[in-house]
C-alpha cells in the first residue's frame, strides 16, 4: 500500500510509471517497445531528480517503481544512479502479483545478471535484509532464493560474503526445483566454484540436503566436486560438521556418477585415493587413529612412493578404518590399484542459470 506520507500527485506519479512499464514489457520485444522503453525511461529519470522517493511507492500487490525497474538493463541504469534513496523495504519485500508472488526486487537484480544488477547489488548490499535474502515462497516453480541467485555467480557471491551472517539454513542447502537446475543448491554452487572460504563461514549451516544432493543434470554432488580438487578434500576431511555427514552418509560417499561426463564410475572416496594430496589426508587420519606407528608417518610426509607403499602394503588395515569412518564398500582392489590411476580431467563445464 502506497504510503499516506507521500503527496497525491507523487503516488499518481508512481502508478502511472508502473502501469507503462507494465504495458511496455508486457508485449514482445520489437524496435517499436524499445523506443517506447526509452521514451518511459527518460521520463521517469526526469521525475526522479525530483521526487526520488517514488521509487519506494508501492500498490497494494507490493510492487514498486523500483520492482518494476528492477526487470532490465535500462532499468537498473536508473536505479544505478538514485540507489541511495531505494528503502530495505522496498528492495526486500516480495510481491503477491500472481505469477510474480514472492519475487522481490532483490530477487530479480540476483537472477538478472547484467553488468548494472551486479554493480548495483554490490552498491546496496548493506541494505540487504534477512527476510529478503532467504525469502522462500512454495508457490514458485523453481524454489529458489535470493541467496541461490547470489551463488551462482562470483560477483554474487562478493555479495554473500558480506551478507553472510543472514544466511539461514534452508537458505544455503535447499536446492533448485527448476529442471535445468534441479539439484542445485548453494553448497553446490560454492563447491562447484571453489569457494572453500565462504563454505568454512556457512559450515554450521551445511547439512546432509546441501552437501549430498546431486545435480540433476550432471549427476554429481556438491561432495563429489568438493573431492576434486585438493582444498575441497581438506575441508572434507577437517572439518567435524562435514565428517559427520559423510560418516552418516556412506552410500553418497562411495556413490560413482552414472551419466556420461569426466566424473563418470568416479566418487568421493576415489579422488582421495588417485591423487596424492588426498592420499597425504588420508594416511594423516590413519596415524590419528594409530593404523600407522608416527615414526612411518613422519617418513612418509616427504617420501611420496613410501605413501603409496603404505597404502598397498596395509590396504586391509586402511580398507577397516575407512568403512569405521567413511565409507563401507571401496573395496581392497581400489586401494591396491589406486597406485597407477591418473589424476581424472579438471572439472569441466556444468549448467549455469540464464
Known amino acids: ?3 499516506s506520507r507521500e503527496p497525491d500527485h507523487q503516488v499518481a506519479l508512481a502508478k502511472e510509471y508502473i502501469y507503462q512499464l507494465s504495458e511496455i514489457t508486457q508485449g514482445p520485444v520489437s524496435n517499436a517497445t524499445e523506443e517506447q522503453l526509452s521514451r518511459c525511461i527518460r521520463s521517469i529519470k526526469i521525475t526522479l531528480s525530483k521526487f526520488p522517493h517514488i521509487l519506494n511507492i ?3 500487490t507490493g510492487v514498486t517503481l523500483a520492482w518494476m525497474l528492477a526487470h532490465n538493463e535500462a532499468g537498473c541504469r536508473v536505479l544505478l544512479d538514485y540507489y541511495p534513496h531505494l528503502t530495505p523495504e522496498s528492495l526486500n519485500t516480495p510481491v503477491t502479483l500472481e505469477v510474480w508472488e514472492g519475487i522481490s526486487t532483490l530477487w ?4 538478472t545478471k547484467t553488468q548494472s544488477s551486479s554493480e548495483l547489488l554490490q552498491k546496496i548490499k548493506g541494505k540487504i535484509t534477512a527476510k529478503g535474502l532467504n525469502h522462500y515462497h512454495p508457490r514458485l ?7 541461490w541467485w547470489l551463488s551462482t555467480t562470483t560477483e554474487g557471491q562478493e555479495v554473500l560474503v558480506h551478507c553472510a551472517h543472514l544466511l539461514d539454513q534452508r537458505s544455503v542447502n535447499t536446492p533448485a526445483k527448476e529442471e535445468e537446475w534441479q539439484g542445485t543448491s548453494m553448497v553446490w554452487w560454492l563447491a562447484k566454484t571453489k569457494n572453500v572460504s565462504l563454505l568454512r563461514t556457512l559450515l554450521h549451516h551445511i547439512t546432509n540436503q546441501g552437501l549430498c544432493t ?3 543434470a550432471t549427476g554429481v554432488s556438491a561432495m563429489l566436486l568438493l573431492a576434486a580438487y585438493p582444498e575441497g578434500r581438506q575441508l572434507l576431511l577437517e572439518s567435524e560438521s562435514l565428517c559427520a555427514i559423510v560418516i552418516s552418509h556412506r552410500k553418497a560417499f ?3 556418477v552414472p551419466s556420461a561426463n569426466h566424473f563418470a564410475h568416479l566418487s568421493a572416496a576415489r579422488f582421495f585415493l588417485i591423487n596424492e594430496d588426498g592420499r597425504k589426508l588420508l594416511l594423516e587420519k590413519l596415524f590419528l587413529c594409530g593404523i600407522i606407528d608416527k615414526d612411518i608417518f613422519q617418513k612418509a610426509q616427504h617420501d ?3 605413501r603409496q607403499a603404505l597404502l598397498t602394503e596395509t590396504g586391509q588395515k586402511i580398507l577397516d578404518i575407512w568403512a569405521k569412518c567413511y565409507a563401507e564398500d571401496i573395496g581392497l582392489e581400489m586401494l591396491i590399484t589406486s597406485r597407477h590411476a591418473q589424476t581424472p580431467p579438471t572439472e569441466g563445464t556444468s549448467p549455469s542459470p540464464r
Open 58 to 60: 508501492a500498490l497494494d
Open 1 to 3: 500500500m502506497s504510503s
Open 304 to 306: 611420496s612412493a613410501l
Open 141 to 147: 516453480n523453481n524454489a529458489t532464493t535470493p541467496a
Open 108 to 111: 530479480l537484480l540476483a537472477a
Open 254 to 256: 562411495n556413490e560413482t
Open 214 to 216: 546431486a545435480s540433476q
